[in-house]
């Protein structure tokens, strides 16, 4: 790895994990939790968790795994840039939505429903509570037992109620301070990736067309691009190239705007970074940009009539399954059926956001189909 700016990261400087083990031979203390993320049950999950389109619907259509996949080398290649950990931005875009519910955003929001007056949910709380607790993989803890630096930056945004339970990864929200410049960089790759990766994913679907999506300025600029130097293109191809070019667009962009502030500012460590206002930014145009191009997204793909049908269906089966599960906690697992003896709504929403899209419709059809064969 290249020299790190001195506001970086550093794993030999991280704040240390929950419990403490044996430094790690042959790799860093966030290599470490790399490997950990990848090898988790949590992340194998993924692959069978909706992005936009459920699993079942398309090979090709983006799932939460290669999201996941998509997100660490678009983090990766901004943090080499910017001269700052690679290792730490990977894990924690590797883990960052480890906690996501099947059906994508359309379970979340039925499962945030159900837990309502139980303390809700929130995946990105939900992906800590799973490198904290969830995984059970090891002798001498539970969960993962990740770096601070990890933990804390899986967490995008949080309640202050919710910040007050979180102990050392929630006290940035009380006192109102900054996540790493590697957690930084995290959540926007996130944007990025998820904008682009919509439209190639809804054009391939049919539910968008060229002709829609090119009323927004920046798909528009980068298409005739495109057509100008590959006036012959095959459509399928034209996407894709249109596509690339607007991620290295954003990415560029936000690599340039971030130094800009970044030298204005010239934090002389990572404490520094910290106080302030964040350092990782899209240009003004480029967030205006993007702002039109989430809101045709919204109107165009999300709330597409297919889509709606989809998200309909996925949030009766969780609302469903929860209601069963709450009314005989005896219908879990037994390794849930423990937990429930505790705290029976976040065991019964520990296992339903666990589950991938094809379990969750297996699990809705083995409690309430009848089966008289």
Known sequence: MAELAPYAARADASRGRRIAEPAPEGRSEFQRDRDRIVHSTA???????????????????????????????IARSIARNLALN???????????????TPFGHSGQDALNECMRDFGGFE??????????????????FDGLNLCFET?????????????????????????????????????????????????????????????QISETGVFARHLASVKREYPDLQERRLIHETVRRMINTLVTDLTGES???????????????????ALISFSD???????????????????????????????????????????????????????????????????????TDRYAIKEYRRIFTVDIS
């Open 123 to 140: 995946h990105n709380l939900q992906s800590l509570r799973v490198v904290d607790v969830l995984e059970q993989r090891y002798g001498g």
């Open 285 to 355: 145009e480029i967030k205006r940009e993007q702002r039109e191009l989430q809101s045709f997204l919204r109107k165009n793909l999300y709330k597409h009539y297919r889509v709606q049908r989809m998200s309909n269906k996925a949030k009766r089966i969780v609302r469903e399954l929860f209601s069963a599960f709450l009314d005989d906690p005896l219908l879990l697992p037994p390794e849930f059926q423990a937990r429930a003896a505790e705290d029976t709504p976040r065991a019964i929403a520990d296992y339903v956001a666990g589950m």
């Open 151 to 211: 933990r804390e930056g899986i967490i995008k945004h949080c309640s202050l109620t919710n910040a007050r339970k979180l102990g050392d990864v929630g006290e940035r929200f009380l006192l109102k301070r900054q996540p790493s410049l590697e957690a930084q960089i995290a959540n926007f790759a996130d944007e990025i990736a998820y904008n682009n990766h919509d439209i190639d994913d809804g054009l391939r679907s049919g539910l968008i067309t060229l002709k």
């Open 259 to 277: 130094d800009r502030r970044i030298l204005a500012r010239r934090p002389a460590d990572l404490e520094a970074v910290r106080s302030g206002e």
């Open 43 to 73: 992340f194998r999950r993924l692959e069978y968790k909706t992005q936009v389109f459920v699993n079942h619907e398309g090979d090709l259509f983006r799932t939460r795994l290669t999201h996941s996949i998509e997100v660490a080398q």
């Open 86 to 100: 690679e290792d730490l931005v990977e894990s924690i875009a590797l883990a960052h939505d480890l906690g996501h």
